[in-house]
C-alpha cells in the first residue's frame, strides 16, 4: 500500500521547501515544520517531507536499519525515484532515526576536494528538538552562539560530528526533524560540547 | 463470470492510445468513482530514444510530454496511467480504469462498455487514417527504354 504524498505538490512541496531552507541558512534554529503530507508512519510526515522535497533519481538514499520497511522503500521508491542503497559510501542521504539507533557515521562520504558537494547530508528524526545548550553552534548564519539540544543523541555522535569539521570544505550537512520541527546543522558550523566555544 | 481478454498492457496500451473525445464518451462517468489520488496527474518530459537501422545505437530523438497519475481503489487495486500530452482528466480516467480492471467483479463490464468500443473506434480511425495514406501511394517502376535494343 502506497501513501499519497502531497496533495499539491507544486503548492506544498515550496512550503516544505522554505523552512528547510531557512534552517540551513541559521544552523541550529527550530523552525515550525508543517507539512501536509501523508507518509508511512514509521517515517513520519517531516522526514518524509523532506525526501519528497530534496531527494531525485540523482540522490541515493541510505536508511538505518528500522527505517527499512516495505511501506517506506515503497514509497521513496514511488514518490522520489530515487534508488535506495545499502552502501554508505554511495548514499547522498542518509535517514536515520534517532530515537532507535544512530549509526557510526564514518563510512558515509564527505565529498573530494574537486567535488565538496559530493558527500551526504543526513536526516536525523529526533522526537523533540530544543535549544537547551547540549551543544553550542557558533559560525555563518549566527550571531554569537546558539545552543542545540536533541534528545538520543550522545555525545559520541557530537564528538563525530566535531570530527568531521576538520576537514572542511568537506564534511556532512545535517537536517534535524522533530515533532513539528526541522533544524539544520551545515558543515561550516563549528560544535562545542561543553559550551565553551 | 465472463473472462476478459485483455491483459493489462493491452489495456493500459488502449486506454492511453485513445483520444480524450473517444475516452470521455466511453469512460467519462468513471471519474465519479470513489478512488484515493495516490499521485495527482502531473505532466513532465520523457526523452525518447531512437536507432537508426539495426546496428546504430541509441540516440536522443527528442522529447515527449507525457503526463501521469496513479490512484486507489476502494478495493485497494493500484490504478497507474502515462499518456501522451497534457491532458490530466485522461490521464486520471485511464488510471481509474486500470485499477477498475483489476477488480475481477468489474473487469467484464467494464471491458465491455469501456474497452472493446475504444478498441473499435481505435481500428475504424486507423482504417480511415491508412486508407487516406493508401490513395496517395505512388509506384515508381521504370519502363523498358529498349537501350540495349
Same mark, same amino acid.
Given at each position: 500500500?502506497?501513501?499519497?504524498?502531497?496533495?499539491?505538490?507544486?503548492?506544498?512541496?515550496?512550503?516544505?521547501?522554505?523552512?528547510?531552507?531557512?534552517?540551513?541558512?541559521?544552523?541550529?534554529?527550530?523552525?515550525?515544520?508543517?507539512?501536509?503530507?501523508?507518509?508511512?508512519?514509521?517515517?513520519?510526515?517531516?522526514?518524509?517531507?523532506?525526501?519528497?522535497?530534496?531527494?531525485?533519481?540523482?540522490?541515493?538514499?541510505?536508511?538505518?536499519?528500522?527505517?527499512?520497511?516495505?511501506?517506506?522503500?515503497?514509497?521513496?521508491?514511488?514518490?522520489?525515484?530515487?534508488?535506495?542503497?545499502?552502501?554508505?559510501?554511495?548514499?547522498?542521504?542518509?535517514?536515520?532515526?534517532?530515537?532507535?539507533?544512530?549509526?557510526?557515521?564514518?563510512?558515509?562520504?564527505?565529498?573530494?576536494?574537486?567535488?565538496?558537494?559530493?558527500?551526504?547530508?543526513?536526516?536525523?528524526?529526533?522526537?523533540?528538538?530544543?535549544?537547551?545548550?547540549?551543544?553550542?553552534?557558533?559560525?555563518?548564519?549566527?550571531?554569537?552562539?546558539?545552543?542545540?539540544?536533541?534528545?538520543?543523541?550522545?555525545?559520541?555522535?557530537?564528538?563525530?560530528?566535531?570530527?568531521?569539521?576538520?576537514?572542511?570544505?568537506?564534511?556532512?550537512?545535517?537536517?534535524?526533524?522533530?515533532?513539528?520541527?526541522?533544524?539544520?546543522?551545515?558543515?561550516?558550523?563549528?560544535?562545542?560540547?561543553?559550551?565553551?566555544? | 463470470?465472463?473472462?476478459?481478454?485483455?491483459?493489462?498492457?493491452?489495456?493500459?496500451?488502449?486506454?492511453?492510445?485513445?483520444?480524450?473525445?473517444?475516452? #470521455?464518451?466511453? !469512460?467519462?462517468?468513471? =471519474?465519479?468513482?470513489?478512488?484515493?489520488?495516490?499521485?495527482?496527474?502531473?505532466?513532465? +518530459? *520523457?526523452?525518447?530514444?531512437?536507432?537508426?537501422?539495426?546496428?546504430?545505437?541509441?540516440?536522443?530523438?527528442?522529447?515527449?510530454?507525457?503526463?501521469?497519475?496513479?490512484?486507489?481503489?476502494?478495493?485497494?487495486?493500484?490504478?497507474?496511467?502515462?499518456?501522451?500530452?497534457?491532458?490530466?482528466?485522461?490521464? #486520471?480516467?485511464? !488510471?481509474?480504469?486500470? =485499477?477498475?480492471?483489476?477488480?475481477?467483479?468489474?473487469?467484464?463490464?467494464?471491458?465491455? +462498455? *469501456?474497452?472493446?468500443?475504444?478498441?473499435?473506434?481505435?481500428?475504424?480511425?486507423?482504417?480511415?487514417?491508412?486508407?487516406?495514406?493508401?490513395?496517395?501511394?505512388?509506384?515508381?517502376?521504370?519502363?523498358?527504354?529498349?537501350?540495349?535494343?
Amino acid at each position: 500500500m502506497t501513501d499519497a504524498a502531497f496533495a499539491t505538490p507544486a503548492h506544498d512541496s515550496a512550503r516544505s521547501f522554505r523552512p528547510i531552507l531557512d534552517a540551513m541558512a541559521n544552523p541550529g534554529k527550530i523552525y515550525s515544520f508543517k507539512p501536509a503530507v501523508q507518509a508511512p508512519a514509521g517515517l513520519g510526515p517531516e522526514a518524509a517531507a523532506v525526501a519528497l522535497v530534496l531527494c531525485d533519481f540523482q540522490s541515493p538514499i541510505w536508511l538505518e536499519r528500522s527505517l527499512r520497511m516495505a511501506e517506506i522503500l515503497q514509497y521513496i521508491r514511488f514518490h522520489t525515484g530515487a534508488p535506495i542503497t545499502n552502501s554508505k559510501p554511495e548514499a547522498m542521504f542518509a535517514f536515520i532515526d534517532a530515537t532507535r539507533a544512530v549509526p557510526s557515521l564514518t563510512d558515509f562520504p564527505m565529498g573530494t576536494q574537486e567535488y565538496p558537494d559530493r558527500s551526504v547530508t543526513l536526516v536525523i528524526k529526533a522526537e523533540r528538538l530544543t535549544a537547551n545548550p547540549d551543544v553550542t553552534f557558533k559560525g555563518p548564519g549566527i550571531q554569537s552562539t546558539r545552543g542545540f539540544s536533541a534528545p538520543h543523541l550522545s555525545p559520541a555522535f557530537w564528538s563525530s560530528m566535531i570530527a568531521s569539521r576538520t576537514g572542511f570544505p568537506l564534511g556532512m550537512d545535517v537536517i534535524f526533524v522533530g515533532s513539528h520541527q526541522v533544524a539544520a546543522l551545515p558543515r561550516s558550523t563549528q560544535i562545542s560540547i561543553d559550551g565553551a566555544v | 463470470m465472463d473472462t476478459v481478454s485483455f491483459n493489462r498492457q493491452s489495456w493500459m496500451r488502449l486506454l492511453a492510445l485513445s483520444s480524450w473525445s473517444d475516452l #470521455k464518451e466511453c !469512460a467519462g462517468y468513471l =471519474a465519479l468513482v470513489t478512488c484515493e489520488i495516490i499521485r495527482p496527474p502531473e505532466t513532465g +518530459l *520523457v526523452m525518447l530514444r531512437g536507432r537508426i537501422g539495426g546496428t546504430g545505437s541509441a540516440f536522443n530523438m527528442g522529447e515527449a510530454t507525457v503526463t501521469r497519475c496513479a490512484v486507489r481503489s476502494a478495493k485497494s487495486h493500484e490504478g497507474h496511467a502515462y499518456i501522451m500530452g497534457r491532458n490530466h482528466e485522461h490521464a #486520471k480516467i485511464a !488510471a481509474i480504469c486500470d =485499477a477498475v480492471m483489476q477488480d475481477d467483479n468489474c473487469s467484464a463490464r467494464i471491458e465491455s +462498455l *469501456v474497452l472493446l468500443p475504444l478498441q473499435k473506434i481505435l481500428v475504424e480511425r486507423r482504417k480511415v487514417a491508412a486508407q487516406k495514406a493508401a490513395a496517395t501511394k505512388v509506384d515508381f517502376f521504370t519502363l523498358v527504354r529498349g537501350e540495349n535494343d
